[in-house]
């Protein structure tokens, strides 16, 4: 099942040069087996070299990378001049999969750690904490930039993380488990959504005595979700009234503080001495360059590092015909790898971790793949991928497939995607997402696919949210979302939570032969449309959802509105112009789009079947041979999770032109980097 380019790559050619790269190389030796480089960077410039003498076969080059560690303070840079071609591209590749760590951090021995014993210093950290916590004087390592945190942020800002055997440990906060619930709120500050005006500053009502234990409340940060489920903000603290139990923000958030959502308010604080009470937690003393860690285990023969590098550690630009193959990329302050412009360049059996921002960035050029790759545990995204021509409706050629992507967002709790999506024509095939606090999967852009995926366990902290998200332009059509499994999606608080949400005028897409098994809470539905029409659902079976399908429709005059509005002005004619083609020769239902307030728009269900759903449809369906049951349709069996439909089964009589779901096949596959597959979870 592997992309073309990536068999080649395997193979790659037996007359290609050579390269060889070691922990314990020089960059002075010829980077022969027996002598090799120490560095990707001096293996890149040994080509260029070998490029301009004309030395360079045809072939193109291997460089081989042996297993340890690499340590980046600035970004292996690749252009234009260090491409291969189609037939002879330039393959970075481990040794062995993942044997080759290439990272953006410093090294912490565990020699230098000592035992606190400033008295000041250990008044502050918790009894229990005092014996086994150390510390290390940062700047006798030699580092200097331990970073700034903004007065308030939403996303996650350049810091130094530390990692413990590959483990991200947990900046001093409190509580250190979940979180603690705004008793009551003193002044919300401005509250826009409900049109109350304010120049005041948030202070809300804590329960407990624990604040009063902060020494430096204006080092102290919280984060919360203030007032929307779907927004969580880091604001720093103004003051602490430990009589009357209440904080002031230092800066105004953006909503105000007050329900906005009908679950209770939370909040955590951060960036805390007081509160390094737990094995695996660490506080930074920025102004001292001290760093007080309490281990989870042993330092000796640990593997302890401080991220440090903010550029990625490796950055192509315009550079085509390029491979990395088989690395481990972590601890890194920003992201592990990004991309722009080029052709053919692929990431093939990697493992991204331990990012301080996003996993991946790749943007613009044509025909990249990422491949066979795992990306997990990153501060904020796991991979962002767009391309492709809007205006033309040209499409990338980028494609993604068999990638695990896991536990993103780590220091942004919303809004920070798995997987995001951008451009024209990028193909999703055989991914496995999960473990997402928000939203796993953002879309923009045209005729993209996403067939033969896995999605679980997403919006598991939030609400209002949609394991995949794409709206607020209707320019944006003809995406398809086909043979996906979509199970165990949403919290329990959640007022509205689904697997595919069409939001704000969203129209345009096709929802063909998936499977949705508890993946609609609240009042969605399992497919959720808000305001939008022409979107098709076909083809589909809904298990024990809320509801099957959701929608909020808009009235004429919001139509209108939004019709006339600056956003949509800018985005259907000017940004591309739908009045137009390629995009009404593309697609038909754009014809007389900006008459549609006067007409009814509905979304189009067929040859549908929900089982056991709370309700099948809310809001402006056409629906045609859909059926709801309560008795098992005749699945292969429901106990083990496995909802294929038998080919006997009976309620396939009425359904003429039912197409059989190739369940078996979705999700991850088994290839020479994926050598097991992850247990599919029941619950």
């Known amino acids: 099942m592997f992309h073309s380019l990536a068999c080649l790559l395997i193979g790659a050619a037996s007359a290609a040069l050579e390269l060889h790269v070691a922990p314990n190389g020089l960059d002075s030796n010829p980077g022969t087996e027996a002598a090799p480089l120490a560095t990707l960077t001096r293996a890149r410039d040994v080509l260029r070299e070998a490029r301009a003498t004309g030395g360079l076969p045809a072939d193109g080059a291997i460089v081989w990378v042996q297993d340890g560690d690499y340590a980046f303070t600035q970004s292996l840079s690749l252009s234009a001049e260090d491409s291969g071609t189609a037939e002879g591209p330039i393959v970075y590749r481990a040794d062995h999969n993942g044997g080759a760590l290439l ?57 130094p993380e530390l990692f413990y055997n590959n483990q991200r440990m947990a900046l001093a906060g409190w509580p250190n488990e979940g979180w603690a619930e705004i008793d009551a709120v003193v002044e919300s500050g401005p509250a826009p959504w409900r049109n109350h005006v304010s120049d005041k500053l948030g202070v809300f009502r804590y329960a407990g005595d624990r604040p009063a234990n902060w020494k430096d409340p204006a080092s102290v940060y919280v984060e919360g979700y203030w007032c929307f489920d779907w927004s969580c903000e880091t604001v720093r603290v103004q003051a602490i009234d430990p009589v009357k139990r209440e904080i002031t923000l230092a800066k105004q958030h953006v909503y105000g503080i007050g329900s906005g959502n009908p679950a209770p308010r939370r909040f955590r604080a951060v960036n805390l001495l007081e509160e390094l009470d737990l094995a695996g937690e660490y506080y930074l003393d920025r102004g001292a360059g001290l760093l007080y860690f309490w281990p989870p285990g042993p330092l000796e023969g640990a593997r302890v590092i401080l991220s440090q590098l903010g550029d990625p550690i490796v950055d192509l630009k315009d550079a085509s015909h390029l491979a990395l193959r088989g690395f481990t990329f972590d601890s890194t302050v920003g992201a592990a790898l990004r991309m722009s412009g080029g052709e053919g360049n692929i990431l093939l059996g990697c493992t991204i971790r331990n990012t301080g921002l996003e996993g991946a960035n790749i943007s613009g050029g044509k025909n990249h793949t990422v491949q066979s790759c795992d990306i997990y545990d990153t501060g904020t995204g796991g991979l962002h991928m767009n391309g492709g021509d809007r205006k033309t409706l040209t499409p990338s050629g980028h494609r993604i497939e068999n990638n695990h992507i896991y536990q993103v967002s780590r220091r942004m709790r919303t809004h920070a995607y798995n997987l995001h999506i951008e451009g024209v024509g990028v193909q999703v095939l055989h991914n496995l997402i999960h473990d997402a606090p928000h939203q796993a999967i953002g879309a923009g852009g045209n005729d993209h696919l996403f067939d033969l995926n896995e999605i679980h366990h997403v919006g598991m902290a939030s609400d209002d949210s949609g394991a995949f998200y794409m709206g607020r332009n209707p320019s944006d059509r003809g995406t398809v979302l086909r043979h996906n499994y979509w199970h165990h999606l949403g919290s329990t608080m959640a007022h509205g939570s689904c697997a595919i949400y069409f939001d704000d005028g969203d129209g345009g897409q096709t929802v063909y032969g998936n499977v949705f098994y508890k993946a609609a809470g609240g009042s969605f539905g399992a497919v959720f449309n808000h305001g939008g029409h022409g979107n098709i659902v076909t083809n589909n079976i809904f298990i024990q959802c809320s509801r099957a399908m959701g929608a909020a429709p808009w009235s004429p005059a919001m139509w209108q509105e939004w019709l006339d509005g600056d956003l949509w002005k800018r985005r259907l004619r000017e940004e591309v112009d739908i009045t137009k083609p390629p995009f009404t020769e593309r697609y038909a239902d754009l014809e007389g789009f900006y008459d549609s307030a006067k007409r009814l728009r509905l979304n189009h269900a067929e040859r549908n079947i929900a089982y056991q759903c709370g309700s099948f449809s809310a809001g402006n369906w056409n629906m045609k041979d859909c059926i709801s049951l309560t008795l098992d349709p005749g699945f292969v069996d429901v106990e083990a999770g496995n909802f294929a439909l038998r080919d006997d089964a009976a309620i396939l009589k009425e359904l003429p032109g039912w197409t059989p779901i190739p369940f078996d096949q979705m999700g991850l596959y088994l290839d020479e980097f994926r050598t097991s597959l992850p247990q599919r979870p029941q619950e």
């Not at 090294?107 to 918790?126: G, S, Y």
């Open 103 to 159: 990272h953006g951090g410093r090294v912490l021995p565990a020699a230098h750690f000592a035992a606190v014993t400033d008295p000041a210093v250990r008044a502050r950290i918790p009894r229990e904490a005092q014996a086994p916590v150390r510390q290390i004087d940062l700047r006798a390592e030699g580092m200097t930039d331990f970073g700034v945190f903004p007065e308030a942020f939403e996303g996650a800002p350049p810091l």
